[in-house]
């Protein structure tokens, strides 16, 4: 934006945002959500998905106009960010539309975007990300799953690990090793592929807590054809540093965690403790404010880093975001006490009538958020870039 253009004005487009959400976001899903569960149909995602991309592309906020996105300033962005999550609106698969779909607009080809963009706006594909392997996390350029050149295709063996939604989804981007001659960063190409391809398993992991969005993907000589190659052959590196700055951004969710924070207050508000309330025990009250104020704090950091950027912004925020996201999840076990192991799938119906609502989804979420600080590259990662962006070491 020019120093002499208006600026937009924000609280208006806030209402707009605010009243579309209530208004079109169906009541059961927005209940569901408030009350801590995480748990959707692909239907219901798709269903969602399709009211937002209709209402000029809020589907995906972070793209811009002319791929169909609402072309937003960031100051909408982060307005629309938090009225989406204190409106208990559900959290979509965001692999195409916060990963695969701006790394395509930067490096994929005028066919690619024409190709996958318009099904990602509109929830027509749910895309997974598989760059992990056994023996390949936090040293993501030890990869081995090997895509050999065969004349216009590449045949894949090998497998991923961890991979977020891949039985949800209908394909998946990831990295793949097509030489192993030069260092290991160099032979490593970005290539997006059909999970229906013939040759491909997809095998669950259960997690402990009940969660299942995580698999496993086995690919024996899967073949896939070159022109889905996203940036130059063996040039996947360099694509991937660059989606997965996209990917640290989004994980502080702070909006998310003032959604909860503003259920724990709500909770212990009507928690009995002796004549008053959890909310006035001065202990509690003590840690409440202690996280409120650290969340605040982010939000700040946030909303800086909107202004300028030093290069380690995405990494600060997913460390701070994290590490606040589980302070505000333990505030919500104290609350619920002994109900908070209740499992999540006994429903509303079956609580017992002094446990509070969303009680039940309390351990659940608990367990869950122990696993943020890992994914999307750890957050001891997280502070080598930081000391090497900032620090200089
Ligand atoms: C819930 C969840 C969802 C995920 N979703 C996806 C997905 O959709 N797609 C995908 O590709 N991957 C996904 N991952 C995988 C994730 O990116 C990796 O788990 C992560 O990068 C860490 O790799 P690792 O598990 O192999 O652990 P390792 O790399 O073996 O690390 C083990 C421990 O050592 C520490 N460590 C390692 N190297 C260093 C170092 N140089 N300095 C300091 N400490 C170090 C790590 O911080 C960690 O604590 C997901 C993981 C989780 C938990």
């Known amino acids: 934006m020019r120093a002499d253009e208006p600026l937009p004005d924000l609280e208006a487009f806030r209402s707009e945002v605010r009243s579309f959400l209530r208004e079109n976001l169906p009541h059961d899903i927005r209940e569901r959500v408030k009350r801590g569960c995480n748990d959707f149909t692909t239907a219901e995602l798709r269903d969602w998905m399709a009211v937002l991309a209709h209402r000029g592309g809020w589907s995906c906020p972070n793209w811009p106009a002319e791929h169909g996105g609402p072309g937003w300033s960031h100051a909408q962005k982060y307005i629309f960010e938090r009225e989406y999550a204190l409106n208990h609106c559900p959290k979509l698969p965001n692999g195409g539309s916060a990963m695969l779909g701006p790394t395509l607009m930067h490096y994929g080809t005028r066919e690619q975007k024409n190709r996958f963009l318009p099904d990602i706006l509109t929830g027509k594909t749910f895309w997974a990300q598989g760059y992990s392997e056994p023996n390949a996390g936090s040293d993501l350029a030890s990869l081995k799953c090997r895509a050999d050149r065969d004349g216009n295709h590449y045949v894949i063996n090998g497998s991923k690990i961890w991979t977020t939604g891949a039985h949800t989804s209908q394909w998946l981007f990831g990295l793949f090793r097509t030489d192993s001659s030069g260092r290991k960063q160099q032979g490593i190409t970005f290539l997006m592929i059909k999970l229906s391809s013939p040759g491909i398993t997809v095998r669950p992991l259960p997690m402990f807590e009940g969660s299942d969005e995580l698999a496993e993907v086995f690919f024996d000589d899967v073949r896939v054809p070159v022109d889905q190659c996203v940036g130059e052959e063996h040039d996947g590196w360099n694509v991937s540093k660059y989606l997965l700055s996209l990917e640290r951004f989004g994980a502080a969710h702070i909006g998310t965690t003032t ?112 696993k943020t600080p890992i994914w999307g590259g750890s957050n001891e990662i997280m502070r080598n870039i930081i000391a090497k962006a900032v620090l200089g070491l």
């Open 259 to 370: 959604a909860r924070l503003d259920r724990v207050k709500e909770l212990a508000a009507t928690t009995p403790v002796g004549e008053a309330s959890l909310l006035d025990d001065p202990v509690f009250a003590n840690k409440l404010a202690q996280a409120e104020i650290e969340l605040r704090a982010l939000d700040v950091t946030e909303q800086r880093f909107l202004l300028g950027s030093s290069g380690a912004e995405a990494a600060m925020l997913k460390i701070r975001g994290t590490e606040v996201q589980q302070m505000v999840m333990e505030l919500l076990v104290e609350v619920a006490g002994v109900h908070a192991q209740l499992a999540p799938d006994t429903g509303q119906e079956d609580r017992p009538r002094h446990a509070p609502a969303g009680a039940e989804y309390a351990a659940h979420g608990y367990f869950h958020f122990r």
